[in-house]
């Protein structure tokens, strides 16, 4: 998977609510009402990533959640990234 230039990645996050980018990767903070919602959360991005063999780094902090995407084996932002934000997205949602 090749990497994205700076003006796609530019292109792609206009497209996402509230990712920004970090270094060579794409952030976003979720915020929950009671920390089992995060954990929840959480588990239904694993089912996600685990299908598209495309894993995020997780952060938990109580009621927090921080998602960080980035495709390592490609050094940096590939679309992988982006549609995994995208799916992540629809889960907050439900």
């Known amino acids: 998977m090749s990497l994205l230039s700076p003006d796609e990645?530019?292109?792609r996050l206009r497209q996402l609510s509230g990712w920004q980018q970090a270094d060579r990767a794409i952030r976003?903070?979720?915020a929950f009402e009671a920390f089992l919602d995060g954990?929840?959360?959480v588990?239904?991005?694993a089912s996600?990533?685990?299908a598209a063999d495309h894993h995020p780094d997780v952060d938990i902090r109580y009621t927090r959640v921080?998602?960080?995407l980035s495709?390592?084996?490609a050094g940096?932002?590939?679309e992988k990234d982006f549609a995994l934000a995208e799916q992540i997205d629809k889960l907050v949602k439900r």
Do not use: N, P, W
Request: charged share 20%; net charge positive; glycine share 4%.
């Open 71 to 73: 495709t390592h084996s």
């Open 9 to 11: 990645i530019a292109a």
């Open 48 to 50: 996600v990533a685990e």
């Open 43 to 45: 588990d239904r991005v």
């Open 28 to 30: 976003k903070q979720f």
């Open 39 to 41: 954990i929840r959360f």
């Open 76 to 78: 940096g932002l590939t």
């Open 66 to 68: 921080i998602m960080t």
